[in-house]
């Protein structure tokens, strides 16, 4: 019974064709828990080190992050800095895994997002560190195609008391909706003003996971989440990846991305090079 009300944990770490077609067709998938205790613990004494601007390479991340700025801190490739991060963006197993659900040999980074969102502090007042609903795919309509998976790492367990991520069940194949805002506050009013296809329903599912457990979701997919009422952090990273042939389209609005911007391709160039490192290459493993 993989489609369910609740999302699937599935026992296997690389999916198979079941855990294939439910990601076609619902636009997430949830594995196992891959990273395991001692890893975790290492990822999140790194996160402090990004924070406190210690950078193991000497180079900062490209970030939109600034203290003060809400409470949601959002620091755009991390792995530029911290050489824990550069391994985990690269892991194999995330690649091969993205590999089988967007059926491609090669994954390669496109960037990473580490993500932090803040628990309920004694005496200070709490800042929404809500993630407006959105597709992928509309901050990333420099790519040709929507051949892009994210892989979203929980440091913490995640659950709907502290912020979990949710995912609107097949809206994947919706095409890209009118509200799209990651940084809207009011999901609510997102949801009374957008316009879905007709015969579509909104079945946000919420993402439950134990720490070590990795999320995938399509660029189509619509997702978003809400507050963290609880006194813990919530801390991961989103890893987006892209497959190996995906290619840059000139003159979209997402030619202010960072990866136009820092890559200045030509439109129909491939993304590849030392940019965008390869994870997984079926041909090679
Ligand atoms: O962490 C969240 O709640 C949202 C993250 C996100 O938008 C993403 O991973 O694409
Ligand atoms: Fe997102």
């Not at 990795?214 to 997919?221: D, E, P």
Request: aromatic content about 10%.
């Amino acid at each position: 019974m993989l489609d369910t009300q609740v999302a699937p944990e599935s026992a296997q770490v690389i999916p198979g064709p079941a855990e294939v077609e439910f990601f076609e067709k619902n636009g997430f998938w949830i594995s196992p828990k891959i990273v395991d205790d001692n890893r975790l613990e290492t990822l999140r004494r790194h996160m402090m080190f990004i924070y406190n601007e210690n950078y193991e390479t000497g180079r900062a991340p490209f970030s939109f992050w600034k203290p003060g700025s809400g409470s949601l801190r959002k620091t755009d490739n991390v792995h530029w800095s911290d050489f824990t991060f550069r391994d985990l963006v690269q892991d194999p197993v995330i690649g091969e895994i993205a590999a089988a659900l967007l059926r491609t040999p090669i994954i390669r980074l496109w960037h990473d997002q580490l993500l932090f969102k803040p628990g309920l502090a004694p005496g200070v007042t709490p800042v929404p560190a809500n993630v407006g609903w959105h597709q992928d795919y509309h901050y990333w309509q420099c790519a040709q195609e929507p051949t892009l998976v994210t892989a979203w790492v929980a440091f913490d367990d995640v659950d709907l008391s502290n912020g979990c991520m949710h995912v609107v069940r097949g809206s994947n194949h919706w095409g890209l909706v009118d509200v799209n805002n990651f940084f809207e506050q009011d999901l609510q009013k997102q949801e009374e003003t957008m316009t879905i296809p007709t015969g579509a329903k909104f079945e946000p599912v919420p993402l439950i996971m134990k720490a070590g457990q990795v999320s995938f979701h399509h660029a189509m997919s619509l997702h978003g989440s809400g507050p963290n009422n609880t006194t813990r952090p919530r801390r991961s990273i989103a890893i987006h990846l892209m497959a190996g042939d995906t290619r840059y389209k000139a003159g979209t609005p997402a030619d202010e991305h960072m990866n136009v911007q820092l890559f200045k391709p030509k439109d129909g160039d491939i993304f590849a090079g030392s940019m965008f490192p390869v994870l997984y290459n079926k041909l090679t493993a």
